[in-house]
C-alpha cells in the first residue's frame, strides 16, 4: 500500500528530545536515550502518547487520565493523523478511513510486556470503533464491547506485573458492511494458560471469574446456596498465593457485570447456571486430596465424599461417576476396555487434568457463543483486526507457556521487522533509490531455532510426547545433543543444570526455561471417562461443552485451513505446541494481507505504580523493539510510495493550467510536475515504476489537490444548485400559473353561475307567468264547462235532488274549511302571549275564557261571550271574502285580428291559446304512436346473439364441443326458439362471455325444466323461482338467458300447465328485472304478439305492462311467497297501512309499486289534497326506517319473509274504510307500513285540509303521549289530555269515569312517574277534571285545533327525533336526541328535552354516513379554532338523517358515504383517445426496445378474438400504418397485448432462473383462477385455492420479494384488462379488482413498465360508462400515493381486499382508553402520522395537541408505530400473526398520548376538554392495569369517584354487587383480592354533592401528584446483579430515565439524559450506558419491549435538542 498520511510539522530541523515532541521522526539527532527522554517529558505531562511515524508508542500510566471521554471521540472523529495530538483514537480513526479510502482489511497489532496495557488499549480501540461507526441499533456494537468483559473474565489473571495480564491471546476482526458501520465480529483465541488453575505463584491469582464468583455468592445467600460456594479461603485452588482481592477492584460488582455481560451477548438464564455450575465444580475439584489403598491404588478420603456429593450435583452427575472419573483411567485396546486404578500422584494429577478440561472446554464454548452471536454473516471478509496477545515474558521460573508466549512474540517482532524494515530497503534496492542502509535486528535465526524442521525445539517436543516412554529429562537430553551448536541456543553455564533448563538467546534478551511438565502441558490430556459421563449429565450446559470433547483437533483443523498447509503425515493425536504454531502461521499469514497499525505498549516500571518512570527498564524495552531503528527508517525513508500511473492519474490535475503538456514519458511527466512546483530534490526520488515521497512534499501536493478539488466541487454544487434551483423555481412558476388559471377559472365560473342563476331566475318567473296565465285560461274554460253542464242539469228535474244533495255536501265542506281557519286564527290570536321564553305553553293563560272563573260581574260572561262570537265572526267573513275574491277571475278579452298592432294582455291571450292547443294536439299525437311489434322478430334476435347448439347433445358430444371443437350438425335458430323436452344444454342459449355464468345459465335451465314439467315440491318450486330471479337481479349478464330460456320452453309446449308455470315464471322476472336493451323491443313484440291468446293472454298483457312501467332501478331481492301466489292469479299484493290515529287502510298494491306509488294511492283513497311531506315508514322492534319513495314495496314484504316477519301473513284487520272490499291484508304483524308527516317545510303553518289537520293532531298527540319528545309538564299534559279526552269521547260526563282507566292513552309515562305521590285514582281524577275544565263545551274541531296549536308552540315542533350517541368527548351527556327540523339540527338532552345547542343549515359543511359501522358525521364550518368541527354520532338511524337534511337543506343532497369512492367525470374527445393510444403504442416499443419481453412462442391469435371493444379500429388502424418503426407490431401483434382465456406458456419478460419462470407462470395461473376462468388448484402454491383472499395475499408477497416478479405480474395485468370483450363482465372485474390490490402495495420497479401502466390506467380512465373506467380511475389514484409514499412491506390484509374490490379505502377502527372507538377509512399508502391527524379531526381534538400517537394492541402485547409506518401494514402483519398462532384476539389500534411534555406548567391543554378526556381516561387504564403506583386506601377514593360518576349520587339503593362491579372496572388485579364494598360505599358516601365534572377533575388531580406523572411506564426483569430487585418499573418522562422498585412511587436511581450515553435494544433486551461507554454505569433489562423503550428515549432526546437548538437561534437573533 501507498503511505499516504500526513505526519506532525511541529519543529523544524533541531528539534530537541527535552521539547517532548509528538512526533520522534522530526528530532534530527537522536538515539535510545533521546527517545526514552522525548516519552520521558511527555510522561510527566500525562501525555503517554507518541508517534514514530505512523507507530504510536503507549507508556503506561497506571492511572485513570480523562482522555476517553465521548467528547475526546468527538474530537478525533474524521480527524487526519496529522492534525490531532497523539492518541490511541487516532490510530483507529486512521484505520478506519484507510478502510474505507483503499476497500483493503486493516489491523492494529498491539505488543509489549506484560503489564504495559495491551489489554486496554484493545479496548480503547474497541470503543472508539463502536462508537464513531453506531447505526440506528447499538446492540451490536455493545455486543462487541460486552464480549471484552467475559473474555477477561475468563481469560485473564493477575500476574506478580500485571493485575489484568491476558494469560491468552486473542484476534477480533471488527466486520464491517458496506456502509462502513459494525455489522459484527469474529474472535480467535490461542493457547489459554491451563496450568494457572491448578497453581498460581506467590502474589499471583487464578482467572479472575473464580473470585468474582465467590465474592457475589458471599454477599447473595441464594447464590451461595445455588452453587454451593464457600470463602475464598477454602478452596485449594484460589488460596495457594495468599492473593484474594485486587487494589481498587470489587469483586462482586465485577460479577454483575459478568452476568450483565452474558445476558447482552444472549446466553440463556439455563445455560448461564450451568456455566457456573461448572466454576463452582472445578473449585471443589481442587480440593480433592485422595488416599492410598496400596502403593498401586488409592481412594477417596473420609473429606471427599461430600465433596464429591457437592460435584455430582453440580455437574448433573451421579456420585458414582464422579468417584469412577477421579480415581480410575481406562485402557481401550481393539475395542476391549480395561479399567486400572490410578495411584496416588497419578489422582492428584488427574484431578488437575479434569478442571483443565472443564475450564478448556467451557471458556471454547464462551468463545464460540460469542462468535455466534456476533456473527457478520456476509460481511466477514472486510474488517480491521485488533491482535490483543500476551507480551513477552521471563520470569524466575518459566515453563512451556513461557516458550509458547515468547515464541508468539518472535514471531510478531519478525514480522513487524520484516513489513518496516526489510520491506521498506528491498523497494529502495528495487526501484533503484539512493538511501543509506539501516541494520535493524533480525531473528529469524532464533525464530528458525524455535519452530524450523527437522531439528527445533518445538519439532523435538512433539517427538517425545509421541514416544511412550518419553519424559522432560529425555526431551532435553535429545535437544542438548542436537541444538547445543545453534547460536541462540544455551545450555546454561552451571552444567548442574543441565539436566533441568535450556536457554534461548531471544530478541529481548536471554530466557532460561524448566522443563519440568513440558511433555505434560503439550499433551492433549485424554478424558474419555469424563466426557461420556457428561453426556449424560442433567445440566444443558455440561452436555453442550461435551460436544468439544475433542477440541485440539478441532482447532488444528481450523488452523490448517486458515493457515493453507496440509494435513501432514503426523499420526496420532495433535499436541498443544504443533497446534499453537499452525494457528501463529495462520495469524500471521492473516495480518500480511492487511495493513498494520502499531501500538508499542512501554511499562514504566516494575511496581505498577503511577507517576513513576525506570529509564533502565524503559531502554530496555525500547532496544529490544527496534524503536531507534523505527525512528531513523521512518526520518530518513521516504515514507509515501506511489506508482508513477497512480501520480499522475491524481496530480495530473495540478498542471491544467499549464500551457504545455505534460511529456509521454510517466517519468518525466512526474520530474515536471514536481519541478513545477519547486520542490526540494532531497525530499523525492523517482524510482523504476514508483515515486517516493517524504511529507514535507506530500503535504503541499495532497494541500494543493484538495484546494484544486474543492474549487472544483464548488463550481460542480454552483451549477447543480442553480440547476435545482432553476428547476424549483420552475415547477413553482407553473404551479403558480396553473393555480391562477384555476383561480380565474373559478371566478369566471361562478360569474358564469351567478349569471345563469339570475337567467334561471328570470326564465322562472317568465315561464312561472305564462304557466299561470295558461292555468288560469284552463281554470277559466273549465268553470264554464261547468257552468254549462250544471245549467243542462238544472233544466232536468230527475237531477235536482242530487243537485242539492252535492251543493248542501260542499257548503257543509265549505263551512267546516272556514270553522277550522277561524278557529286555528284565533287560536294563533290569543297564544301569542301565552308561551314562556323557554317554549314550555301556558294553557291556562291560552284557555282562560274556557276555564271557570270566579263569579263575574253581571253581564260580564255575556260581554265575554259575545266577544268571542264577533272575533269569530269577523274573522269567518274575512276567510270567506278572500276565498271567494280567489275564485273571481275577470273574463280575457278576445284575440286581436292579425296584423294589428297588438297590446300586452293580448299578446298574452294569444299565447296561452297557442298553449292550449299544443297542448291537445301532443295529446292526440302520443294517442296515435303505436309500436310495430312485426319489425322486432324473435328469430332476427336468435340469429344475432344465440350460441349454436350441437343437434346431438349427448355427454360425449357434449366434452368434445367443449374442449374446442365446434359441432358440425346444429340445431337451427328457429328450433332453438321452440320447446325441447331434454333437461339439459350444452352451453347458455345466449352468448356469454363469463364461464360461472354459462354454468349458471346451464344449471338454471336444467331446475327450469324440472319446475315446467311439476316435479318438483311446492318449497322446491318457491325456491327455484326466487334463486333463478336472484340470480338475474345479481348478474345482468344473465337475464336475457333467463327470458329465452323461458320463451323457448313455453313455445309449442304441448302441457297447457306447464306454459301456464312459464308465463307466470315469466311474469315474476319482468316485474324483477328488465331485460338487456338489445332484446327489450324483441320482448315486448313477443309479449304484444299473444295477448290475443285465451290461455295466456292475460299474462302477456301484464307483463307487456310491466314492461313499458318506467322504473328508476331494479328490484334488490326476489319476490316473496306472497307475491308470488298473487301474482299466479294476477292479483294485486294486498297490504295494510297504519295511520298515527290507530286505524289502518288496506290496499292492494302491484308488485312493481314504489313508495311513491302507494303514497299517492293513499291520499286518493283517504282524500289527502297534498303529500307534500308525507311518508311511509317500515316499523318493526327493532328500528323504524323510512322507505325511499324509489324503494318497491315488494321488496320490503321480501325481505320481512326473509327475516321471518308476521307481517308477510295476511291477518284480519278493521279498515278506514265505510265499505271494505278486503277482509286480509299483509302487514298486521311485528312489522308495518306507517303514513306519517315527515317533513315539516312550515311547521307553523295551518294546513286547509281537514284530512290533513287530522293526520297531523294524530301525530301531535302521538309525540306527546307515546313518543314524549316534547318538554310537557305535569299542569300542561293534564290540559292537554282533557283536550284529547273531548275529542275522543265529548262532553264530560261523571257516570262515565271508567274510561279514564286507561290513563296511559293519555298520559306520557313520564309525566306518570314524575308524580310518585299520586296514585291510578288520583291520575283518573285529575284527567277527568281536566276534561271537564278545558273539554267540555267544545266541538271536536275546536279540541284538535287547541290541541294543535299548543303543541306546536314547543321549539322541537316539527322536529324529526334520532335517538344517538355522540362518540367522543365533550361537555354534554354523550347519549342524546339529534333533532332535525326545517331550521337546521339541534342536540337535545334526552331527560329534560331542553335544547343544548343548535346549528343551522348553513353552519354545516358537510355529513358522511360510514357503511360499515352505525355512525353519521357531521363537519361544520367554525369560525373559531376553540369551536369544535367534528360530531360523530352512532345510531342505527343514519342514513335516515342524512336523508332528512338532505330533504330540508337540497345543498347537502350530495352527502357522502364513508367507504363509498365518488369518481370525477370527464370529458372524452376522439382526440383524446387518439393521443392516448399513440402513448400505448410508444409505450409497448418501448418495452420491445430495451429487450424486456419474451419473443412470442405463437404468433397467431388466441382462440377469442379481441375486435369486438376498440374505440375505433379503423381510425386506429391508420394511425398506426403512418406510424414508423412498427416491425415490432408484425412479432408482438394486438393478440400478445389483450386478454386471453389461454394460459401462457412462458413468461412475459426475461426473467433468469428456472425457479423465477416457474413462479411466473403460477401467477398467471392465480389470476386465471382469481377471474373464474378456470378453476382447480394447479398453481403450486400452497394455497387453497377456495380462499381467494389467501391467494392475493400469496401473489403480492410474490412480487414484494422479488423485481422481476412484480414487473411480470404488472405486465399480466395490463394484458388481462386490456381489450376486454365485455367490460362490466365480472372476469373484467376481478382482474381490475386485482390490479387495484397490487397498485396500493407495490409499484413496477422498472421505469418503463411503470410508464407503461399509468399509459394503461389512463386509456382505461376515459371510460366513463363502465365499471372498468372507475376501477381505472381509482387504480391511478392508489398508484399515485403508492409513488409518493413509497412501497409497502407486506400484502393488503382480508379486511384491506374488502374495501379495495369495492373500490372503497380502507375501513379500520382506532380505539381509546375508554373503550369507544371511531370507524375511519384510509388509503393503503397511508402513514401513522396521516391516520393520527385524521383520528385527532373525527374527535374534535385540536391538530396542535401534542404527542399522541397510535399503538398496535394485540392481546397483552403493545407496541407504538413509528411515523412513516404504514397502516395497512400493521393490519396484515397481525393478521398474520393471529392466523399462525390460531388466537383468537384481534389487532385494537388504539390511540393515546405518548409523549408528555410540560408547557407552562401543563402537559395538555386546559381549555381542551377533549384532551382532558383522553389523557383522563389513559389514566384509568393506568390505574387499572397496574401501571401506576397506588395504595390500597388511595385506589378506594379513586374507584369511589369512578363509582359516582358510574353509578351516580350515593343512596340506599345501589347494592355491594354495583360496588363489586366497580371494583372489577377499576381495581388493579392485585388489590381486587382484599378489597371490600364496604369501604367503596362508606367513601362514597363522602362525596355527596359532587358533580361529575368535579369527580373527575379530582381524580385527574391526585393522578398529577406522582412526581414522575407523565412517565411511560414499563414492566421490566433483571437478574444480572443482587443490589437491585429482579422485578422493576422502567419510567421514560421528558427528565430522564428512571428505575423504581415495582409499585414503588420512589425512584431507585434517576437519569437525566444528558448522562445517558447509549441506549442500546435488541429482541428482549434493553441496555442503557450512562456516563461512559466503557466505565459508565451498565443496565440490562429484559423486556420485550426493548425497540419501544429506545424509540421513547430518542423521541424525548429529540425534543430536548430541537429545544436547546430554538434558544440558541433566538441568543444569535
Known amino acids: 500500500m501507498s503511505w499516504l498520511l500526513d505526519r506532525p510539522r511541529l519543529v523544524s530541523e533541531g528539534a530537541m528530545p527535552s521539547d517532548g515532541v509528538p512526533d520522534m521522526t522530526a528530532i534530527s539527532e537522536i538515539d535510545e536515550y533521546g527517545i526514552n527522554e522525548n516519552l520521558l517529558v511527555r510522561y510527566k505531562q500525562n501525555k503517554i502518547y507518541t508517534y514514530t511515524g505512523t507507530i504510536l508508542v503507549a507508556v503506561n500510566p497506571y492511572k485513570a487520565l480523562p482522555i476517553y471521554k465521548q467528547d475526546t471521540i468527538d474530537t478525533y472523529k474524521n480527524k487526519k493523523m496529522a492534525d490531532m495530538p497523539p492518541h490511541i483514537f487516532a490510530t483507529a480513526e486512521s484505520a478506519l478511513y484507510f478502510l474505507e479510502r483503499d476497500d483493503k482489511n486493516q489491523s492494529c497489532v498491539i505488543s509489549g510486556e506484560s503489564g504495559a496495557g495491551k489489554t486496554e488499549s484493545t479496548k480503547f480501540i474497541l470503543q472508539y470503533l463502536c462508537t464513531v461507526t453506531c447505526s440506528s441499533t447499538r446492540w451490536i456494537e455493545q455486543q462487541i464491547l460486552e464480549a471484552n468483559t467475559i473474555l477477561e473474565a475468563f481469560g485473564n489473571a493477575k500476574t506478580i506485573r500485571n493485575d489484568n495480564s491476558s494469560r491468552f491471546g486473542k484476534f477480533i476482526q471488527v466486520c464491517f458492511d458496506r456502509r462502513n458501520q459494525i455489522s459484527g465480529s469474529v474472535i480467535q483465541d490461542y493457547l489459554l494458560e491451563q496450568s494457572r488453575l491448578s497453581f498460581q505463584a506467590r502474589d499471583e491469582r487464578n482467572y479472575h471469574v473464580f473470585y468474582q464468583l465467590v465474592a457475589a455468592a458471599m454477599k447473595s445467600p441464594d447464590l451461595k446456596a445455588q452453587f454451593m460456594l464457600e470463602p475464598a479461603k477454602t478452596f485449594h485452588y484460589i488460596n495457594q498465593s495468599g492473593c484474594y482481592t485486587l487494589e481498587d477492584v470489587d469483586d462482586a460488582r465485577r460479577f454483575d457485570d459478568l452476568r450483565l455481560a452474558m445476558q447482552v451477548l444472549s446466553i440463556p438464564a439455563e445455560l448461564l447456571d450451568g456455566i457456573f455450575s461448572v466454576l463452582s465444580a472445578i473449585l471443589w475439584i481442587g480440593n480433592l486430596t485422595f488416599e492410598e489403598t496400596d502403593k498401586e491404588t488409592c481412594k477417596l478420603a473420609n473429606n471427599d465424599h461430600k465433596i464429591v456429593t457437592k460435584i455430582a450435583k453440580l455437574l448433573g452427575l451421579c456420585e458414582a461417576q464422579i468417584a469412577r472419573v477421579c480415581t480410575i483411567r481406562q485402557i481401550n485396546v481393539k475395542g476391549n476396555v480395561t479399567n486400572i486404578g490410578l495411584k496416588l500422584h497419578e489422582a ?15 471458556f471454547s464454548w464462551l468463545v464460540h457463543q460469542i462468535n455466534s452471536c456476533t456473527n457478520p454473516g456476509v460481511d466477514q471478509s472486510r474488517f480491521i483486526g485488533v491482535l490483543d496477545i500476551f507480551g513477552f515474558e521471563d520470569f524466575q521460573t518459566n515453563s512451556f507457556e513461557q516458550l509458547c508466549i515468547n515464541y508468539t512474540n518472535e514471531k510478531l517482532h519478525r514480522f513487524f521487522n520484516h513489513y518496516v524494515f526489510s520491506l521498506e530497503q528491498q523497494s529502495y534496492a528495487e526501484e533503484g533509490i539512493k538511501y543509506s542502509h539501516i541494520k535493524f535486528t533480525d531473528n529469524t535465526v532464533c525464530l528458525e531455532l524455535i519452530e524450523k524442521a527437522p531439528k527445533c525445539v518445538l519439532k523435538l517436543l512433539d517427538e517425545e510426547c509421541r514416544f511412550p516412554k518419553g519424559s522432560d529429562q529425555s526431551f532435553l537430553a535429545k535437544q542438548h545433543r542436537e541444538l547445543s551448536h545453534h547460536p541462540h541456543y544455551i545450555k546454561g553455564a552451571d552444567k548442574r543444570r543441565w539436566g533441568v533448563e535450556f536457554g534461548i538467546k531471544q530478541y529481548a534478551g536471554v530466557v532460561v526455561y524448566t522443563v519440568k511438565d513440558f511433555l505434560e502441558k503439550n499433551k492433549d490430556q485424554k478424558q474419555d471417562m469424563l466426557f461420556d459421563c457428561m453426556e449424560e449429565s442433567s445440566i444443558q450446559f455440561v452436555k453442550e461443552i461435551a460436544k468439544y470433547r475433542h477440541l485440539l483437533s478441532v482447532s488444528m483443523e481450523i488452523a ?62 525500547l532496544r529490544y523493539s527496534g524503536m531507534l531503528d523505527i525512528v531513523r527508517i521512518r526520518k530518513e525513508g521516504y515514507p509515501v510510495h506511489v506508482s508513477a500511473k497512480d501520480f499522475l492519474q491524481t496530480y495530473r490535475c495540478l498542471t491544467v493550467k499549464d500551457p504545455e503538456p505534460l511529456p509521454d514519458n510517466p517519468k518525466l511527466a512526474v520530474r515536471k510536475i514536481l519541478k513545477s512546483f519547486k520542490l526540494p530534490e532531497t525530499e523525492w526520488q523517482i524510482g523504476k515504476t514508483k515515486v517516493f515521497l517524504r511529507n514535507s512534499v506530500f503535504d503541499p501536493l495532497e494541500e494543493k489537490r484538495k484546494a484544486l478539488l474543492t474549487e472544483k466541487m464548488i463550481v460542480i454544487q454552483r451549477v447543480w444548485r442553480g440547476y435545482v434551483k432553476r428547476k424549483a423555481f420552475l415547477q413553482l412558476r407553473n404551479a403558480s400559473i ?28 317568465y315561464r312561472g307567468m305564462k304557466a299561470r296565465d295558461l292555468a288560469a285560461a284552463l281554470r277559466k274554460k273549465k268553470e264554464e264547462e261547468e257552468f254549462e253542464r250544471r245549467r243542462l242539469k238544472r233544466i232536468e228535474e230527475e237531477t235536482q235532488a242530487k243537485l242539492r244533495a252535492e251543493k248542501s255536501m260542499e257548503e257543509s265542506y265549505h263551512s267546516a274549511q272556514m270553522e277550522l281557519l277561524t278557529l286555528a286564527k284565533l287560536a294563533e290570536h290569543k297564544s301569542k302571549n301565552t308561551t314562556t321564553l323557554t317554549g314550555d305553553v301556558d294553557l291556562d293563560k291560552m284557555f282562560d275564557f274556557l276555564a271557570d272563573t270566579p263569579k263575574p260581574k253581571p253581564g260580564s260572561e255575556k260581554s265575554f261571550f259575545q266577544q268571542i262570537t264577533t272575533d269569530l265572526e269577523s274573522m269567518f267573513h274575512e276567510t270567506q271574502a278572500a276565498m271567494e275574491s280567489s275564485k273571481a277571475t275577470p273574463k280575457p278579452p278576445m284575440p286581436t285580428v292579425s296584423g294589428e298592432k297588438l297590446t300586452r294582455t293580448q299578446r298574452r291571450q294569444r299565447r296561452i291559446m297557442k298553449k292550449l292547443l299544443g297542448v291537445e294536439e301532443e295529446q292526440a299525437r302520443k294517442g296515435e304512436e303505436q309500436f310495430d311489434p312485426t319489425a322486432y322478430p324473435l328469430l332476427t334476435f336468435a340469429e344475432m346473439y344465440f350460441n349454436d347448439f350441437p343437434r346431438e347433445s349427448g355427454t360425449l358430444k357434449t366434452l368434445t364441443w367443449k374442449k374446442g371443437n365446434p359441432p358440425k350438425d346444429v340445431i337451427s335458430k328457429s328450433g332453438m326458439l321452440t320447446f325441447t323436452s331434454k333437461g339439459i344444454i350444452p352451453t347458455s342459449i345466449v352468448h356469454m362471455h363469463d364461464p360461472d355464468n354459462v354454468n349458471l345459465a346451464c344449471s338454471i335451465f336444467k331446475d327450469l325444466c324440472k319446475y315446467l314439467k311439476g316435479d318438483m315440491k311446492q318449497e322446491q318450486q318457491l325456491l327455484t323461482i326466487q334463486s333463478t330471479i336472484a340470480y338475474g337481479i345479481e348478474r345482468p349478464e344473465l337475464r336475457d338467458e333467463i327470458f329465452c330460456q323461458l320463451i323457448r320452453q313455453v313455445t309449442d309446449n304441448p302441457k297447457e300447465d306447464a306454459v301456464l308455470r312459464g308465463w307466470h315464471f315469466m311474469t315474476l322476472c319482468v316485474l324483477a328485472f328488465l331485460p338487456g336493451r338489445s332484446f327489450n323491443k324483441y320482448l315486448q313484440a313477443y309479449f304484444m304478439n299473444n295477448i290475443s291468446d285465451p290461455v295466456i293472454g292475460k299474462y302477456a298483457q301484464y307483463s307487456l305492462t310491466a314492461l313499458r312501467q318506467t322504473r328508476i332501478s331494479t328490484r334488490k331481492l326476489p319476490p316473496s311467497s306472497m307475491e308470488i301466489a298473487s301474482v299466479q292469479n294476477l292479483n294485486p299484493l294486498i297490504c295494510r297501512f297504519y295511520f298515527l290515529d290507530g286505524k289502518a287502510k288496506a290496499m292492494g298494491v302491484i308488485p312493481s309499486a314504489t313508495a311513491s306509488d302507494v303514497i299517492k294511492m293513499l291520499a286518493e283513497k283517504i282524500e289527502l289534497k297534498s303529500t307534500d311531506g308525507w311518508a311511509l315508514y317500515e316499523v318493526n322492534p327493532e328500528r323504524e326506517h323510512f322507505i325511499k319513495g324509489h324503494e318497491y314495496i315488494a321488496d320490503i314484504l321480501s325481505q320481512w319473509e326473509g327475516d321471518k316477519r308476521s307481517s308477510v301473513q295476511m291477518t284480519k284487520y278493521q279498515t278506514v274504510s265505510k265499505l271494505p272490499t278486503y277482509t286480509q291484508a299483509l302487514g298486521g304483524g311485528d312489522s308495518r307500513f306507517v303514513f306519517r308527516k315527515r317533513v315539516f317545510r312550515k311547521p307553523k303553518e295551518i294546513p286547509e285540509d281537514p284530512v290533513e289537520y287530522h293526520l297531523m293532531f294524530a301525530q301531535a298527540v302521538h309525540s306527546v303521549v307515546k313518543l314524549d319528545e316534547f318538554p310537557v309538564n305535569e299542569s300542561v299534559a293534564l290540559q292537554l289530555s282533557g283536550l284529547l279526552a273531548q275529542v275522543l269521547w265529548g262532553n264530560y260526563k261523571p257516570s262515565l269515569n271508567s274510561r279514564y282507566d286507561e290513563i296511559k292513552q293519555l298520559l306520557s309515562q313520564r309525566v306518570i312517574q314524575s308524580n310518585k305521590t299520586n296514585t291510578i285514582e288520583d291520575w283518573k281524577n285529575a284527567i277527568a277534571h281536566a276534561h271537564k275544565e278545558y273539554g267540555t263545551g267544545k266541538t271536536e274541531i275546536q279540541a284538535k285545533v287547541w290541541y294543535l296549536t299548543s303543541v306546536k308552540h314547543y321549539p322541537l315542533y316539527g322536529s324529526t327525533m334520532f335517538h344517538v350517541q355522540y362518540k367522543g368527548f365533550w361537555s354534554y351527556p354523550n347519549s342524546l336526541i339529534l333533532a332535525v327540523d326545517v331550521q337546521g339540527i339541534k342536540f337535545v338532552n334526552q331527560k329534560t328535552k331542553h335544547i343544548m345547542t343548535t346549528y343551522k343549515y348553513e353552519k354545516l359543511e358537510s355529513l358522511a354516513v360510514d357503511i360499515e359501522e352505525q355512525a353519521i358525521t357531521l363537519n361544520m364550518y367554525t369560525d373559531a379554532p376553540e369551536e369544535q368541527k367534528c360530531f360523530i354520532f352512532e345510531t342505527a338511524q343514519k342514513e335516515d338523517i342524512a336523508n332528512l337534511i338532505a330533504s330540508y337543506s337540497p345543498s347537502h343532497s350530495n352527502w357522502q358515504r364513508i367507504g363509498e369512492r365518488k369518481t370525477k367525470t370527464v370529458h372524452v374527445t376522439e382526440k383524446d383517445k387518439t393521443k392516448v393510444w399513440e402513448e400505448i403504442v410508444a409505450g409497448r416499443k418501448s418495452l420491445v426496445d430495451h429487450k424486456m419481453l419474451r419473443r412470442p412462442l405463437d404468433s397467431s391469435g388466441g382462440f377469442l378474438t379481441t375486435t369486438l371493444r376498440r374505440y375505433n379500429r379503423m381510425k386506429l388502424d391508420r394511425l398506426a400504418k403512418n406510424k414508423e418503426d412498427k416491425d415490432f407490431e408484425k412479432v408482438y401483434k394486438q393478440s400478445y397485448w389483450s386478454y386471453t382465456k389461454s394460459m401462457i406458456k412462458q413468461p412475459l419478460t426475461v426473467i433468469e432462473g428456472a425457479e423465477l419462470e416457474e413462479t411466473a407462470i403460477k401467477m398467471f395461473y392465480s389470476l386465471q383462477h382469481h377471474a373464474g376462468i378456470v378453476s382447480g388448484d394447479k398453481s403450486g402454491f400452497e394455497v387453497d385455492h377456495e380462499d381467494a383472499a389467501m391467494l392475493v395475499q400469496i401473489v403480492i408477497a410474490k412480487c414484494i420479494e422479488k423485481e422481476a416478479l412484480c414487473n411480470e405480474f404488472y405486465l399480466q395485468l395490463i394484458k388481462q384488462t386490456t381489450d376486454q370483450p365485455d367490460p362490466n363482465s365480472r372476469i373484467n372485474v376481478q382482474n381490475w379488482r386485482f390490479l387495484s390490490l397490487i397498485c396500493g402495495v407495490v409499484v413496477p420497479r422498472n421505469k418503463i413498465i411503470l410508464n407503461y401502466l399509468q399509459t394503461h390506467l389512463k386509456r382505461c380512465s376515459l371510460d366513463t360508462v363502465t365499471e372498468e373506467g372507475e376501477y381505472a380511475r381509482f ?15 407486506y400484502p393488503p390484509c382480508r379486511q384491506e381486499i374488502m374495501c379495495t374490490v369495492r373500490r372503497r379505502k380502507v375501513h379500520a377502527r382506532f380505539h381509546f382508553m375508554d373503550g369507544q372507538f371511531r370507524a375511519i377509512e384510509f388509503d393503503a399508502a397511508t402513514t ?12 374534535g381534538l385540536h391538530q396542535t395537541a401534542f404527542g399522541f400517537s397510535l399503538f398496535e394492541v394485540f392481546g397483552p402485547l403493545e407496541r407504538n408505530m413509528l411515523a412513516e409506518e404504514k397502516v395497512a401494514d400493521a393490519l396484515f402483519k397481525w393478521e398474520k400473526y393471529a392466523r399462525s398462532t390460531n388466537s383468537p384476539k384481534v389487532l385494537k389500534l388504539t390511540f393515546k398520548k405518548r409523549l408528555f411534555k410540560q408547557f407552562k406548567g401543563h402537559f395538555a391543554n386546559p381549555s381542551d376538554s377533549v384532551e382532558f378526556n383522553l389523557l383522563f381516561h389513559q389514566a384509568i387504564d393506568d390505574v387499572v392495569s397496574d401501571r401506576f403506583p397506588i395504595t390500597y386506601t388511595e385506589v378506594v377514593h379513586l374507584a369511589a369517584l369512578r363509582a359516582h360518576v358510574t353509578l351516580g349520587e350515593y343512596s340506599d339503593s345501589i347494592t355491594m354487587i354495583d360496588y363489586m362491579s366497580i371494583i372489577e372496572r377499576y381495581f388493579p388485579k392485585h388489590l381486587q383480592q382484599k378489597a371490600r364494598p364496604e369501604d367503596l360505599a362508606k367513601r362514597h358516601k363522602e362525596l355527596l354533592g359532587l358533580s361529575e365534572k368535579e369527580a373527575n377533575e379530582l381524580y385527574m388531580k391526585f393522578i398529577r401528584q406522582w412526581p414522575l406523572y407523565g412517565s411511560t411506564i414499563f414492566d421490566v426483569l433483571q437478574g444480572y446483579t443482587t443490589t437491585l430487585p429482579k422485578n422493576l418499573w422502567l419510567a421514560v418522562s421528558e427528565n430522564g430515565v428512571h428505575i423504581l422498585k415495582r409499585r414503588s412511587k420512589e425512584p431507585l436511581v434517576s437519569y437525566d439524559y444528558k448522562s445517558i450515553v447509549n441506549y442500546s435494544p435488541s429482541l428482549k433486551n434493553l441496555m442503557i450506558v450512562t456516563e461512559s461507554l466503557t466505565r459508565g454505569t451498565k443496565f440490562v433489562f429484559n423486556t420485550s419491549q426493548a425497540s419501544q423503550i429506545a424509540h421513547l428515549i430518542r423521541d424525548y432526546t429529540h425534543i430536548i435538542v430541537e429545544k436547546q437548538r430554538k434558544v440558541s437561534l433566538k441568543r444569535i437573533i
Open 560 to 621: 490448517r485451513k486458515k493457515a493453507g498447509t496440509s494435513a501432514g503425515t503426523t499420526k496420532g493425536m495433535p499436541t498443544v505446541s504443533e497446534t499453537f504454531r499452525i494457528q501463529l502461521t495462520a495469524l500471521v499469514n492473516l495480518l500480511a494481507d492487511t495493513t498494520p497499525w502499531y501500538v508499542r505498549c512501554i511499562k514504566p516500571n516494575e511496581g505498577k505504580a503511577a507517576n513513576y518512570y525506570n529509564d533502565e527498564l524503559v531502554i530496555t524495552q
Open 1728 to 1739: 401513522t402520522t396521516e391516520v393520527i391527524g385524521l383520528v385527532k379531526e373525527r374527535i
Open 738 to 765: 396553473i393555480i391562477q388559471k384555476h383561480i380565474r377559472g373559478s371566478r369566471l365560473r361562478l360569474l358564469f353561475l351567478k349569471q345563469r342563476k339570475a337567467s334561471i331566475i328570470i326564465q322562472s318567473f
Open 1675 to 1689: 387504480c391511478s389514484q392508489a398508484l399515485t400515493r403508492t409513488l409518493e409514499k413509497k412501497n409497502r412491506k
Open 348 to 362: 492428584r494429577d488427574n484431578r488437575h487434568s479434569i478442571t483443565k478440561a472443564l475450564y478448556s472446554r467451557t
